[in-house]
């Protein structure tokens, strides 16, 4: 079965404190890894899409890389603007769909 | 970049009435779009898948007679919620794909409060 599971469910951080998110999946066929954030209120808004192993992509303070059982989003000396929910989902090539982690919120305290 | 126009951005009704919530993708042709519904504090659920010409294909559990798909051109969607309840109250969010190694993007979704 499809399945993104991300951690942590929330967290905080100072700000320029560095950290990173997970998330975990397992699809039958990998059709891409997208990284998505979330404000309240907001639908999703792009931020990278991973398709190999190995692969890396980075834009200002975050950073996202791929293996073949998760991805990690990188967040370098995050500032309160960075806070938002990150959500992470995979494309299956078997399916066409987009399947969803449960996201992590991110806090970012000045 | 890619956009996509989703309208209302939020719609109060009353129940037993239907609405009708739009997405329109502005500068591509959107082959296939997918309807999402979220919960406060949850991610988002996939409803159903809808290409341009063809019935919609809906997730298990998701009524097809409540939640009527319509794609009727390649840059427009349509999801008409029929008889609406208060328990159909929430985010509902589009998302239109081109070719979809290009990528989903995203509507701003639509708030629905069903009184």
């Known amino acids: 079965e499809d399945q993104v599971t991300q951690s942590p469910e929330a967290l905080r951080l100072q700000e320029g404190e560095s950290s990173s998110l997970n998330c975990s999946y397992t699809v039958s066929g990998l059709r891409g890894l997208f990284w998505y954030r979330q404000d309240p209120g907001k639908g999703p808004e792009f931020l990278f899409t991973l398709y190999s192993a190995g692969e890396e992509k980075e834009k200002e303070r975050l950073k996202a890389t791929l293996t073949k059982k998760e991805s990690f989003l990188h967040i370098t000396a995050p500032k309160p603007e960075d806070s938002a929910t990150y959500l992470c989902a995979v494309g299956s090539s078997n399916t066409g769909k987009l399947i969803f982690g449960q996201g992590t919120t991110l806090q970012v305290k000045p | ?115």
């Open chain 2, 1 to 115: 970049g890619a956009v996509v126009s989703q309208h209302p951005s939020w719609v109060i009704c009353k129940s037993g009435t239907s609405v009708k919530i739009e997405c329109r993708s502005l500068d591509f042709q959107a082959t296939t779009m997918f309807w999402y519904r979220q919960f406060p504090k949850q991610s988002l659920m996939l409803m159903a898948t809808s290409n341009e010409g063809s019935k919609a294909t809906y997730e298990q559990g998701v009524e097809k007679d409540k939640f009527l798909i319509n794609h009727a051109s390649l840059t427009l969607s349509t999801l008409t919620v029929t008889s609406a309840h208060p328990e159909d109250s929430s985010f509902y969010i589009c998302s239109a794909s081109q070719e979809l190694n290009y990528g989903y993007t995203f509507g701003s979704g639509t708030r629905l409060t069903v009184v």
